[in-house]
């Protein structure tokens, strides 16, 4: 296989913010005559206000401190705000972040950041669990590894001819330095959350297959024409593919569900639970949409002083009685929002692998006045901000999600070997030779949602031919290689209306 020659630019998302209602001002008569800096001041502030753990941080307690002089000396042990962010970090918490540059975050959410060519997974090689087997999920169109002929499927096992572990990946993938890779060079592109449709006709069934693959508010008028040409078409059945998607944006997680079923404001998606300080009567119901909200020029989603979206356009729907999604140990928290919002009114089938369980929804908080939402009245002097937990989003039913969701046959140990269970790993020997394209009806995924659609008996692969492979959980700063980490973060327009 070629080597080919890249530089991988490594965006880190942080977030700013200043308070001017800190518990504690600092004194600057302090014993060393010198106040903690601005963003140490911003970030326990910040966090004191939404953390949805507030009350289980002892540090971030409101009578934890005796004196401004306590306050500011404890900020200044610290040896630089990121570590102050990750001390006042609950245990519980696996997606909280820091963002050093809250611009170029912003430019994340939009999928405009320094990406790989391909999107890829790893396997462990074998039952040692050391070695890493990378395989590629899916090639970006256009990208160098797209014109240096990679294919869906085709795996890797080095790095500068350095054999991939459990103990180095990061290191090996996660750095701004010239590596040598076999098969792909990395590239700064962008890339479509819409990464392919289908519409394809079996058995008198019209079905719609939408690989989606970020939720991105700057993709709303792309999936409304889907949904229009779904519509335009026939379609009697969804597939809605989720098994690369990390999360993003929760009101593009309402806006999917709504086109998927036609259920309107008059019908509850969900609640945000948000912690002690936050919820006294402010936890917010959320509602499925009747139109689709769409970005302004700032790239914002805005609503009026009535609740109205001030920018949106009428909503194409199938208002489909059930859906089937496609999941893999990737998909998680908006992702999931879909699956948990659709439970309670309707029929939902998923096929794949087990998902995150991720229920948990974040905001974005700048060094600005109270409550930290407005970045274009954030400190100038620098950009950090903070990415933290700020609530529990639960479905209609009061459901929420810790364990995510597992396919018909999931075991803790992996598939069971049962030809009619909808837990199907993409990784298996006819899959591996043969490299069917996303959306074809070979894909065992998209296949067995086929299956189940017509009535079909689905098609059992020998064992002989199955591939035993555990799929590797990587750690959440191994997904940097994603605009959304995992993430769901909701619009300030959302949070409870005192709040404002």
């Given amino acids: 296989m070629?080597?080919?020659?890249?530089?991988?630019?490594?965006?880190?998302?942080?977030?700013?913010?200043?308070?001017?209602?800190?518990?504690?001002?600092?004194d600057p008569g302090n014993e060393n005559g010198e106040e903690a800096s601005d963003e140490k001041q911003f970030v326990w502030n910040a966090m004191n206000y939404w953390y949805y753990w507030q009350g289980d941080v002892t540090e971030l307690g409101d009578d934890y401190f005796d004196s401004d002089t306590d306050f500011n000396n404890y900020l200044k042990d610290f040896s630089d705000a990121e570590t102050l962010f990750e001390s006042l970090r609950h245990p519980d918490d696996d997606f909280s972040f820091f963002i050093d540059d809250y611009e170029e975050y912003q430019n994340e959410q939009d999928g405009v950041y320094a990406a790989l060519g391909f999107n890829y997974g790893f396997y462990y090689k074998d039952s040692q669990q050391r070695d890493l087997v990378g395989y590629v999920r899916y090639i970006i169109p256009g990208s160098p590894a797209d014109d240096a002929g990679l294919e869906r499927l085709d795996l890797f096992t080095e790095v500068d001819g350095t054999t991939i572990t459990v103990n180095n990946y990061l290191d090996l993938l996660t750095n701004d330095s010239a590596h040598d890779l076999t098969m792909v060079r990395i590239d700064t592109s962008g890339e479509d959350p819409i990464f392919t449709t289908e519409v394809i006709d079996t058995s008198g069934v019209k079905i719609g297959y939408l690989m989606y693959n970020s939720f991105q508010t700057n993709s709303h008028q792309d999936l409304n024409d889907v949904f229009a040409d779904f519509e335009n078409q026939g379609v009697d059945e969804l597939v809605l593919d989720l098994r690369y998607n990390g999360g993003g944006s929760v009101i593009t997680s309402q806006l999917l569900s709504s086109m998927i079923?036609?259920?309107?404001?008059?019908?509850?998606?969900?609640?945000?639970?948000?912690?002690?300080?936050?919820?006294?009567?402010?936890?917010?119901?959320?509602?499925f949409l009747d139109e689709v909200p769409l970005e302004n020029e700032e790239g914002d989603i805005e609503r009026d002083n009535e609740g109205n979206f001030v920018n949106s356009e009428p909503m194409n729907s199938l208002s489909l009685s059930n859906v089937y999604v496609l999941t893999s140990s990737g998909t998680a928290s908006a992702s999931e929002t879909v699956i948990n919002s659709l439970l309670p009114h309707r029929e939902v089938t998923y096929i794949g692998l087990k998902t995150v369980g991720k229920d948990e929804g974040s905001l974005t908080l700048y060094d600005a006045p109270t409550p930290y939402l407005n970045s274009d009245e954030a400190n100038p002097d620098h950009k950090k901000a903070i990415q933290p937990i700020v609530l529990k989003i639960v479905n209609a039913d009061g459901q929420a999600y810790p364990n995510g969701f597992a396919p018909d046959g999931y075991t803790p140990s992996g598939c069971a070997d049962d030809a009619n269970d909808n837990c199907i790993t993409e990784i298996t020997l006819d899959n591996l030779l043969n490299k069917p394209k996303l959306g074809s009806t070979d894909e065992p995924l998209f296949s067995r949602a086929i299956d189940?659609?017509?009535?079909?008996?689905?098609k059992h692969l020998a064992k002989d031919q199955q591939i035993k492979m555990e799929e590797v959980q990587?750690?959440?700063?191994?997904?940097?290689f994603k605009p959304h980490r995992q993430g769901m973060h909701v619009e300030p327009f959302m949070i409870p209306a005192a709040e404002k």
């Fill in 2 to 26: 070629k080597k080919l020659r890249f530089i991988w630019v490594l965006l880190l998302a942080v977030m700013i913010g200043c308070s001017d209602s800190s518990p504690t001002d600092p």
């Fill in 261 to 287: 079923s036609g259920l309107g404001s008059s019908t509850k998606f969900g609640e945000f639970e948000y912690n002690e300080k936050r919820s006294a009567g402010n936890n917010r119901e959320v509602f």
């Fill in 452 to 458: 189940l659609i017509v009535g079909q008996q689905a």
């Fill in 474 to 480: 990587l750690r959440t700063q191994f997904d940097a």
